[in-house]
Structure formats: structure tokens, C-alpha cells
């Protein structure tokens, strides 16, 4: 059974850091692009990085470029999402993806 489960969600204060993991099961996910997008209430669901298969090399949407900074770890098969220099904006649920597939979500909450 594929699966993404996402983890490391949280209450956070504007200006803090928080680490995303997405661990991938089920198939090989080394082969697949993976991304992090993210939904706020009333909101479209939004890019927010993408890591490519091969060489890792990364892209960002713009909200969150220079903030943000996605990994992934093909021993493990999780994919990682650092975020730094958070904002109340960044209050969202973060959904992994790779393919067809999507995990269940993780809540991010950026307040005071």
C-alpha cells in the first residue's frame, strides 16, 4: 500500500522555524518528483517547494523563497520542508505529494 505520512506540525511564533518530514512507503519513491503544497481555510491549495528525483535540485514558490528550504533523504525515503522566518501567513495545513499520491496533512499554526 503506498503511503505519505507528514509529521512535525505545530504552534509556532512569527519568526520561528519548523521542520516538515514526509516519510514515503509502498513504492519507490526515489523515481518521483516530491512536493509540498499547502491549503489555508477558504484558500486554494498553494505550491510551496518542489524537489526533483535526480539531483536533487529544488524550486520554491514565491510566498516562501528564501524562507523555506526542501530536502529529501532517498536512504530513508522521506522528504523534508525547514521553514524559517515564519509568518502568521504561513498558517496552513501542509500536504506531501509525489505522483498520484498525497499524504493525510500536518497543521502549521503561526501566532502569538
Known amino acids: 500500500q503506498v503511503q505519505l505520512v507528514e509529521s512535525g506540525g505545530g504552534l509556532v511564533q512569527p519568526g520561528g522555524s519548523l521542520r516538515l518530514s514526509c516519510v514515503a512507503s509502498g513504492t519507490t519513491f526515489r523515481f518521483f518528483d516530491m512536493q509540498w503544497f499547502r491549503q489555508a481555510p477558504g484558500k486554494e491549495r498553494e505550491f510551496v517547494a518542489r524537489i526533483r528525483s535526480s539531483a536533487g535540485f529544488a524550486t520554491y514558490g514565491e510566498s516562501v523563497k528564501g524562507r523555506f528550504i526542501v530536502s529529501r533523504d532517498r536512504t530513508t525515503n522521506t522528504m523534508y520542508l525547514q521553514m524559517n522566518s515564519l509568518k502568521a501567513e504561513d498558517t496552513a495545513m501542509y500536504y506531501c505529494?509525489?505522483?498520484?499520491?498525497w499524504g493525510q496533512g500536518t497543521q502549521v499554526t503561526v501566532s502569538s
Open positions: 505529494n509525489a505522483d498520484s499520491y
